[in-house]
């Protein structure tokens, strides 16, 4: 019989977010009776999430030194609360701060780690992963006898938990904070305004580099482009994708949108995300670009090639249609 640990990193009122509601989710579906490990500053309102999605266990480790993200400090948290835990399995989702801390952990408990973990089973009474490769192009499904087995589950794959909390009884793991030589002295963030990437948000607009392209008037309008574009994304809180096309312009001294970087990259290269819908622009939707689009729901797309790889079975619906047109007309109603 597996003991299963899901571990999480606390926020700064406590509770825990998205990312490990839905490890969370994921932890009970290997069965009942998992225990629940919280490392930040606070852990009251995370162990009340844990206890009423009926954890057995709930161990923390709380403070100050615990709050910021560090390898040294997660580190040694995650490894107290995995030994007195005893799991053989730990989950865990993948966030940068685990990612960088979990690898060291499996090192010293002698166990394995795998990344990118797109879901978990219960296959032939053993439990069994199941994860991307090659850009998203080939899934496979993996098990291991090393234990203790540390997964780190990719964002968006499960639902996130929600239920009522309960009052949890805390099993709090000492550990001494191990010296460190950084100091956290605020966090520095850009303006809602000027962010273009929300993983959390219910649309992907994605830009092709046709926007940066010659019009039918024979000039190329980056400018209004500009404007078109992050118009929309104010008014409608979009996430901004581009194609490695797209991104790719900077490079080669071409005319280029100045907020779109390699993060906005989304396709075989870049991003997978995962939002309920996606609207393409000026984008051929050729295979590299559409990988990225698998786990997009409705997918939609702005093209005047009627024959672009979109109208070809990769779109649930391809207006043939100039996109300057439509932006121009969309931010009208979205704006009113």
């Known amino acids: 019989m597996e003991s299963i640990l899901l571990l999480a990193h606390t926020?700064?009122?406590?509770?825990?977010?998205?990312?490990?509601l839905e490890a969370l989710t994921a932890a009970l579906a290997l069965g009942d009776g998992i225990a629940v490990g919280l490392v930040g500053a606070q852990v009251q309102a995370a162990a009340g999430q844990a206890a009423g999605a009926g954890a057995a266990r709930v161990l923390a480790v709380a403070g100050e030194a615990f709050a910021a993200p560090r390898y040294a400090t997660d580190a040694a948290a995650a490894e107290a609360i995995c030994r007195a835990a005893g799991?053989?399995?730990?989950?865990a989702p993948h966030t940068s701060r685990w990612a960088r801390a979990l690898p060291g952990v499996a090192y010293r408990l002698g166990g394995r780690l795998d990344t990118h973990v797109a879901g978990v089973s219960n296959a032939a009474d053993a439990p069994a992963v199941t994860r991307w490769f090659y850009r998203q192009r080939m899934e496979a499904v993996l098990t291991r006898e090393q234990r203790p087995w540390f997964l780190l589950l990719d964002g968006g794959c499960s639902a996130a938990w929600s239920g009522a909390?309960?009052?949890?009884?805390?099993?709090?793991?000492?550990?001494?904070?191990?010296?460190t030589r950084t100091s956290v002295t605020g966090v520095q963030a850009p303006k809602a305004d000027e962010q273009t990437i929300r993983p959390d948000a219910k649309l992907l607009f994605v830009a092709g580099a046709g926007w940066t392209k010659k019009q039918a008037d024979g000039a190329v309008h980056v400018p209004e482009a500009q404007s078109l574009i992050l118009g929309f994304l104010r008014t409608s809180q979009a996430s901004l994708g581009g194609s490695k096309s797209l991104v790719d312009l900077s490079g080669e001294g071409q005319a280029v949108l100045p907020f779109m970087t390699h993060l906005n990259q989304i396709g075989q290269t870049g991003a997978t995300p995962r939002h309920p819908k996606g609207l393409s622009t000026c984008c051929h939707g050729e295979e590299p670009h559409v990988v990225g689009?698998?786990?997009?729901?409705?997918?939609r797309a702005v093209n005047l090639d009627a024959n672009c790889g979109w109208a070809r079975g990769k779109a649930d619906v391809v207006y043939v249609a100039d996109a300057f047109a439509v932006m121009r007309e969309l931010n009208r109603l979205v704006s009113a």
């Open 11 to 20: 926020e700064g009122d406590g509770s825990v977010g998205k990312a490990a």
């Open 87 to 91: 799991a053989s399995i730990v989950l």
């Open 165 to 179: 909390v309960a009052e949890p009884k805390i099993e709090f793991v000492e550990v001494a904070a191990p010296a």
């Open 293 to 299: 689009w698998r786990f997009v729901t409705e997918r």
